[in-house]
């Protein structure tokens, strides 16, 4: 009975431990993740190793993911087999990572929604980014509900059917609260919304985002590129308060589009600047 206490005593330590070592942000529910397309130029298995590199613990796949190591070009999607998703799980979760959701993913295939949303669950991830085609939200809703695997709708800029708020607000403010928004803040504004004002218009369906930051818009270029965050015009602060205002719970997945060979500096910039920016929001 004696060496029992010791033991439950020392978990309970190590438990303490931990909670003790979260940040002020992920205490309040806020978890950053890599989207892996961040590390696109590279494999999924060096994209996991600069994942841990910067001290982020989950990562959302985007479907066609190079693998690497013993699986060479093979990609990452619903078609890979059991064998390749428990070791893939394994690794990550050597690294400390776990693998929270996978995309953006599209078809016009009942049947590859389906696989996608079984693959989700037998990867235990807890949400799909997806741009569905509008005729199939009766069975994306359905397959949500069957695998309850959140549905987090990306906006893509045009010719995209959700490249405004409002247009993704039309189709999901009636259907289950499983289904709602994958926040990409940077091509809001890239498409001339506020992203502040986006984000109140979906509030309660902000499922996760894809958080970045952009420089300002200049003639000589076609599209805004991605920045260190808080170096932009994004207003990364003023996005956090409002997520703090809509009690937000979820994923803000870092989606770094510029400097691809060596964008870990950049990204761990980046994280710096979250931390501090999450602190001073959270403590009001």
């Not at 959302?60 to 998703?85: A, C, M, S």
């Not at 990572?97 to 991830?125: C, H, P, Q, Y």
């Not at 940077?186 to 109140?200: Q, V, Y």
């Not at 965050?229 to 003023?238: E, S």
Request: charged share 30%; net charge negative.
């Amino acid at each position: 009975m004696k060496n029992l206490l010791i033991l439950c005593m020392l978990m309970l330590c190590a438990c303490t431990g931990t909670a003790d070592k979260k940040t002020i942000s992920e205490k309040a529910g806020w978890d950053l993740a890599i989207q892996s397309y961040t590390f696109h130029k590279f494999s999924l298995l060096e994209a996991l190793d600069k994942t841990q590199e910067l001290g982020i613990k989950y990562i959302e796949v985007y479907p066609g993911h190079r693998l690497g190591g013993e699986w060479g070009d093979q990609v990452f999607g619903f078609d890979i087999d059991k064998n390749t998703q428990d070791k893939l799980r394994d690794i990550a979760a050597e690294k400390g990572i776990k693998i929270v959701g996978t995309g953006v993913f599209t078809s016009d295939n009942d049947d590859d929604w389906e696989k996608l949303f079984a693959f989700a669950r037998d990867m235990d991830m807890e949400y799909v980014t997806c741009e569905p085609p509008l005729h199939m939200w009766d069975e994306v809703e359905r397959l949500a509900g069957k695998y309850d695997i959140k549905v987090s709708v990306h906006n893509h800029p045009k010719p995209s059917s959700y490249w405004a708020p409002d247009s993704l607000l039309a189709v999901v403010a009636s259907r289950s609260e499983l289904c709602g928004s994958c926040a990409d803040v940077g091509h809001w504004k890239r498409m001339g919304f506020d992203n502040i004002e986006s984000l109140k218009k979906l509030e309660g369906r902000v499922i996760s985002l894809h958080f970045k930051d952009i420089e300002a818009a200049r003639p000589d270029v076609a599209e805004q590129s991605d920045v260190i965050w808080g170096t932009g015009v994004l207003n990364v602060k003023g996005m956090l308060e409002e997520l703090r205002r809509q009690n937000f719970k979820g994923y803000l997945a870092i989606e770094y589009e510029n400097n691809w060979g060596n964008s870990v500096p950049d990204i761990r910039q980046c994280i710096e600047y979250y931390n501090e920016a999450a602190a001073e929001v959270l403590s009001k």
